[in-house]
């Protein structure tokens, strides 16, 4: 019998990537051109992101209250364990050597392969006469 791997959670779905991109494209913005109008977009969609993952999060703990009133003990430890690993944000925001800010994975590394690239091929010169 083949187990399949999780690659992520079961309750991250679509919406929860939209509310990621939308939190992603405010902080962006708010980078660009710190004012005002910016700070106050950037906290509501934060807002609003922050309740639709507590919204999730209660809707899997109250799966975890019924997984637990019926006696399904297989799918309430399997549901500990995804409380348990709590969801952490990811931002991935590099700037290049323009300094403008990259989102893009493959422009990110290859950001990092130049940065690495200066960093470690290094010409030594023999000062020994």
């Known amino acids: 019998m083949s187990r399949s791997v999780r690659t992520e959670a079961a309750w991250f ?3 929860c990537l939209q509310f990621l991109d939308q939190t992603k494209q405010a902080k962006l913005q708010w980078l660009n051109d710190p004012n005002q109008s910016n700070v106050d977009n950037l906290n509501s969609v934060e807002r609003e992101s922050s ?8 809707a899997k703990i109250d799966e975890l209250e019924t997984n637990s009133k019926i006696k ?9 364990s995804d409380v348990k690993k709590e969801y ?7 700037k290049d050597e323009k300094g403008d800010l990259v989102t893009d994975c493959h422009s990110i590394l290859g950001s990092w392969r130049n ?4 960093l470690l ?9």
Do not use: A
Request: charged share 40%; with cysteine; glycine share 2%.
């Open 13 to 15: 779905d679509e919406e």
């Open 121 to 129: 091929n290094v010409h030594w010169v023999n000062d020994v006469k």
């Open 72 to 80: 399904n003990i297989r799918d309430l430890y399997r549901g500990f």
């Open 115 to 118: 940065h690495f690239c200066q």
């Open 51 to 58: 309740r639709h993952f507590r919204n999730k999060e209660k």
């Open 88 to 94: 952490q944000r990811r931002t991935n925001i590099v």
